[in-house]
Each structure stands twice: as C-alpha cells, then as structure tokens.
C-alpha cells in the first residue's frame, strides 16, 4: 500500500512538472519573455472562459489594480475575510517558487492533480484559441475557484487593467491601489495614460475604491467613475495609518478613521512602514463591501496578526536570516524601491549589502538611483530569458558611483554577500521579483 501510494504521489510530481514545462514552453509568458507574450484585447480568455461555463458568475469577486501593493492589499483582505469564517479565492501573479501561488483557497495553494487535469482536459481547446500562458492561468483559477464553491474571490490583475485578462469578470467592487511608473511600454509613458489604464476595471455600476489620492490623477478615476455611474471612495481620505514599531516579525500600526483611533498598537504580520498605505485600502474595501458580509473589529485585529499562516504570504520584505540580517524583497519599479528604501533607511545596521539584479525592459538608470552609494554590491542575473545582463548592470551601476562585482548567479551573489557581511551587517536582496525568488 505504502509502495502505490508512493509510486502515485511521484507520478503525480512528474505529471505536474510535465504540464508546467509545456505551459512554460508552448505558451507564451510574459513573465519571461517580455512584450511577445501580450495579448491586445480580451477575445482568448472570453472563449476559453466560455467553453468552461464562466465560472466567475458563479461566486462574487473584488478586484484589484494598481501600480504597487495589490498583492499585499489582496493577502489583508483575504486574511479578514478568512478570519471571518468565508471560503476565499485569492488569485495573485506572478509566482515565486511554485506555480500553485498564485492560486489559493483560504492560503491553500491549487492542487498539482487539479493543474494537470486542468490542462489535459482542455489542451485541444488551448491548441485551437492558442492563449497566452497568463490567460490560461486566469481560466484556471476561475474554474478552481467555482469548483471549490468559495464564497468570495480576489483577483488581481497581471498588468495594467483595461486589457488585462482578468477584467472580464463583473466584481461587486473595484479597488485601485495607486499609480506610478512601471511597464511604460505598454501602459503609456505618462501617469495620466497608466491611470487611465488602470481606471478600465471600473465597472457600469459597481463602488471603486482608490487607494492614494495623488492630485495629478485624481480626475481621472473620478471621470470614469463618473461615466459608469460608480460610487468612488479614497482610502487615504478615510484612514490614516501610522507605523510605531517593528521587530522581525510583526509590524505595530497606530490606525485611525475619519480621526478617531480605530485600532492602537495594532500588529501586524507584516514589514514595512510603506505597508500603511495597503492597510488603509484593505480598510476601505472592507468598509465598502455589501451589508450581507458581517464584519466585526475584534476579528479584523486577529486577521492582521495571522496574515502570513492564514494567506500563506510570501516575498515581501522577507527576512531569510537574523545574523547577519538577511532581508528581500520584491519591489521593482520607483514607487515600490523608493518605499523600501525609506524602510531600509530605517534599520539599525553596520554595513550595507546589496545583492541586486533587474530585467531588461526596466528604467535601469532611475532603479539604479534609489540603491544607497555607500553600499556593497553584489550584482547578478535572474535566471530567465528577461534577465539583464549582468555585465551591462554593473557597468550602468558604475557609472552612477555604485561598486560591486558581477556573479554568475542570484545565488552566488548571496552566498558571497553573507561570506563578507559581519554579525552586525545587513544584506538586502532585491530589483526584481525574479532574484527574489530565487533564494526564498
């Protein structure tokens, strides 16, 4: 018995590795080939979605754009809305390590069975639509969601909003986390294009909700809400949220609404002072849903406190190690390194190590600027066909007065990085989502 069921769960293994390597390889990925892999409108995910009775009419979603903190703002509200005793679908992109995170049911990642037979089921229908390895990956997850009949899905969205494969769903509210610089080359190279980008998930009807008033952009959201007759709430208007402590595992937020104290000392199971933003939004959101969803403060406290074991939340200012510090994180672009940096700023530390690599399509020169001139670098390549090159990295970092040397790979420059760094040093593991998850 032991034997079978050992022989089964290794079958199982090489059938889901199999069926990876074929959505790897046969569909194209943004993720890691860049622009080839966008689609310029809706047409694959609303016939795969017809063939599969579009699941997504079958529960009520929220769903989330923005620039930056749309995954951290995803995992708050699924974590208050667990904790409340509701089914979740939490679909979030892209993964780090394992494919099944972006497909989660109360923090439970989609079983490697369920992909395999996802994609038998229905690989002659993908060989006529030929999708795209995203728009595959939405279907998947609003099939799994509607199978696992949960009461609630969030989805966020891949890229940008109005043409992003998610929007083909009907939420019962929108949420805009912010706006600033990232994937110009298919967003528009101003904020007010992005912006309006962005504004395509709002729905005839439907509340949105913003989450950062940021006045150069404001008109927008409010036109569109406007035109589709959309109520339209910013969060930071409501909620004021102020970092007070941190160690390495809980952050403490003094948290107020409309001026009052909501919450004092409250902690929760993330880092960052920038955190304070998305915790205002998922505040808002939470405000903003129907009357039939049931919230009580007492659970909302307990929901911050044990988002990590109920969402399974990863890659976000991370901590690896505790001596010497070894932290990473996932921002990419200028809002989000600009945030981390603050952060960083903000820690204790003897000396500075910077394990940094990047893709190829970024500002380089703009990322390059936030990093701190007095730190060590450790540079090097994510290993996927977008990876910047590892020798023009270091070239560019020089030039703007950043030293270090070229590695092989992401983790050859960290094992280097934590040879060097003393007890009391810091390394910091970073530029792209892509170096990070190679070593979480």
């Known amino acids: 018995k032991k034997k079978k069921k050992l022989m089964k769960k290794e079958n199982i293994y090489t059938r889901f590795n199999s069926t990876l390597n074929y959505m790897y ?68 992109s892209p993964h780090y390590r394992d494919f099944r995170e972006r497909v989660k049911v109360d923090g439970r990642y989609v079983s ?44 966020e969205t891949g890229l940008g909003g109005r043409l992003d494969s998610t929007n083909i769903i009907t939420p019962i509210l929108s949420v805009i986390t912010n706006i600033s610089f990232d994937h110009q080359q298919f967003l528009g190279n101003t904020l007010k294009k992005i912006a309006g980008e962005k504004a395509g998930i709002i729905k005839k009807n439907i509340p949105v909700v913003i989450g950062e008033t940021q006045e150069e952009i404001i008109f927008v959201f409010e ?73 009580k403060e007492s659970k909302i406290k307990s929901a911050f406190s044990n988002l990590k ?27 989000g390194l600009s945030l981390a940096m603050i952060q960083l700023k903000s820690l204790k530390f003897r000396e500075l190590h910077v394990v940094l690599g990047m893709v190829n399509d970024k500002s380089i020169e703009k990322i390059l600027n936030f990093f701190p001139k007095d730190a060590n670098f450790y540079f090097c390549k994510p290993n996927i066909p977008r990876g910047l090159d590892i020798e023009i990295l270091a070239k560019k970092a020089l030039a703007l ?8 790979s992401v983790k050859n420059a960290l094992r280097a990085a934590k040879k060097k760094a003393e007890k009391k040093d810091l390394v910091y593991v970073g530029g792209s989502t892509f170096v990070v998850a190679e070593v979480i």
């Open 401 to 408: 007065g950043l030293t270090g040397r070229p590695y092989s």
């Open 309 to 335: 074991s109920l969402t399974n939340f990863k890659g976000r200012w991370q901590v690896l190690q505790k001596s010497p510090i070894v932290i990473c994180d996932s921002a990419h672009n200028e809002a």
């Open 223 to 295: 036109k569109k809400a406007k035109a589709k007759k959309s109520e339209i709430t910013f969060a930071d208007q409501n909620y004021r949220v102020v970092k007070k402590s941190e160690n390495l595992t809980h952050t403490k937020f003094d948290i107020l609404k409309n001026g009052k104290p909501l919450f004092f000392n409250q902690k929760i199971n993330l880092h960052g002072g920038y955190q304070s933003k998305n915790i205002a939004t998922a505040l808002q959101v939470i405000d903003s849903l129907p009357s039939s969803f049931e919230i």
């Open 25 to 92: 390889t046969q569909l194209p990925m943004f993720q890691r080939v860049g622009s080839q892999a966008m689609k310029k409108d809706l047409t694959n995910i609303k016939l795969l979605c017809e063939h599969l009775g579009n699941p997504f009419e079958k529960y009520p979603c929220i769903h989330i754009a923005g620039t930056n903190g749309k995954g951290s703002t995803a995992h708050l509200i699924s974590s208050i809305l667990q904790e409340h005793g509701y089914k979740v679908g939490l679909y979030t």
């Open 112 to 155: 490697r069975k369920y992909v395999v037979d996802f994609v038998e089921n229905n690989k002659a229908v993908f060989e006529r639509i030929k999708p795209s390895f995203f728009e595959i990956t939405v279907a998947l997850a609003f099939d799994f969601f509607a199978k696992e009949k949960v009461d609630i899905a969030v989805i």
